[in-house]
């Protein structure tokens, strides 16, 4: 069967400090993975998807980034963080293929920027 | 892009009652249309979902129908129980999907 990991779980940063937001799936290859931010009262919020290695499309500009080294390991990172980065961050995969099915999100990471 | 809108945000019910939420969406594409329950301090499942050559489906107490021509699609869950109580998002894709933002709904006892 197919798990997917997700870490931290929780985290408090400072502005300014660095991110790295890891996810890893097992169980299948070549999933497509996403990041998900869940603000409150906002929904989910698409970030980042990846539909192969080194492949990353993002949804929305803003200062983070995100990297898929190896086929089921999805990373999200930002350089300075900014208090509006503050959120659940949420990873997901899917089956691979241009058409869209379930997602299977991870447990999330509760981020607190301060 | 797409836009998604959902209705109503909070939703309360008596226990028994039968609950509704709404989505509507604006790019005639999307052709996956999902639904998930996320409990408190969890994360969301796919309770339902339906493809856009289906007009509805049903799983025990939870149904959704879809209306294509209009861009509607609602999630219909009856008898409701306590343990409904919960968020529940709409979703549209082709690709990638869009989340609606989200209806609490509370099922009191």
């Known amino acids: 069967s197919q798990t997917i990991h997700q870490w931290p779980a929780t985290l408090v940063q400072p502005v300014g400090s660095p991110l790295s937001l890891e996810c890893t799936v097992e169980g299948t290859s070549n999933p497509n993975l996403y990041w998900y931010r869940q603000a409150a009262g906002r929904g989910l919020q698409l970030l980042f998807y990846s539909v192969g290695i080194g492949q990353i499309s993002s949804e929305v500009p803003q200062n983070l980034s995100a990297s898929r080294p190896q086929d089921r390991q999805f990373i999200l990172s930002s350089k300075k963080l900014l208090l509006s980065d503050s959120g659940f961050y949420l990873c997901?995969?899917?089956?691979?293929?241009?058409?869209?099915?379930?997602?299977?999100f991870g447990e999330g990471s509760r981020l607190t920027v301060l | 892009g797409e836009n998604v809108e959902q209705h109503p945000s909070t939703l309360s019910v008596q226990e028994g009652d039968s609950a509704v939420i709404k989505c509507t969406y604006s790019?005639?594409?999307?052709?996956?249309f999902p639904w998930y329950k996320q409990e408190l301090g969890k994360r969301p499942q796919l309770i339902i979902d339906?493809?856009?050559?289906?007009g509805e489906k049903k799983d025990q107490r939870i149904a959704v129908t879809l209306n294509k021509t209009a861009k509607h699609f609602s999630l219909h869950i009856t008898e409701t129980q306590p343990e409904d109580s919960a968020v529940y998002f709409c979703?549209?894709?082709?690709?990638?999907?869009?989340f609606g933002k989200g209806t609490m709904l509370l099922v009191s006892p």
């Open positions: 790019d005639s594409a999307s052709n996956y």
């Open positions: 997901a995969w899917s089956w691979g293929g241009a058409n869209t099915g379930e997602l299977f």
């Open positions: 339906i493809r856009s050559n289906v």
């Open positions: 979703a549209v894709g082709y690709s990638t999907l869009t």
